[in-house]
């Protein structure tokens, strides 16, 4: 495209932007909505408080509910326990992951291959 095509293509969106702003700075809802956070901001100065206070204040129960949109990190499923045994030392590991200090030992000692082949669930 163009320099000259890009412009006036910018230039198209921009007009129509302006207008929608416009449309929107006449819309009675929008000034009842500005009127309200004005006033409602200034009061919570006036009285030092905050939002996260206000919302306490009216609904104590809202910090300790389940949020509304179940997050990512809950339908994961559980993670497997997996079972380590050392064969030299008759040692075992039980562990979801794989962050448990004998585990990394035993994988700086005898390397990651050697003791994953120890997994015996």
């Known amino acids: 495209m163009s320099k000259l095509a890009e412009f006036r293509q910018l230039e198209k969106h921009l007009a ?22 004005t006033k409602l901001r200034a009061l919570l100065a006036e009285y030092s408080y905050s939002l996260p206070k206000v919302i306490a204040l009216l609904d104590p129960q809202a910090g300790r509910r389940a949020p509304a949109v179940e997050s990512k990190a809950g339908s994961r499923k559980p993670r497997q326990v997996k079972v380590y045994k050392n064969p030299h030392t008759g040692e075992v590991v039980e562990t979801k992951g794989g962050n448990h200090k004998t585990l990394k030992e035993w994988k700086a000692q005898h390397g ?10």
């Open 112 to 121: 990651a291959a050697t003791v994953e082949s120890w997994l015996t669930k």
């Open 16 to 37: 129509e932007q302006l207008q929608a702003l416009e449309a929107l700075k006449d819309d009675a809802g929008l000034k009842k909505e500005i009127e309200f956070e």
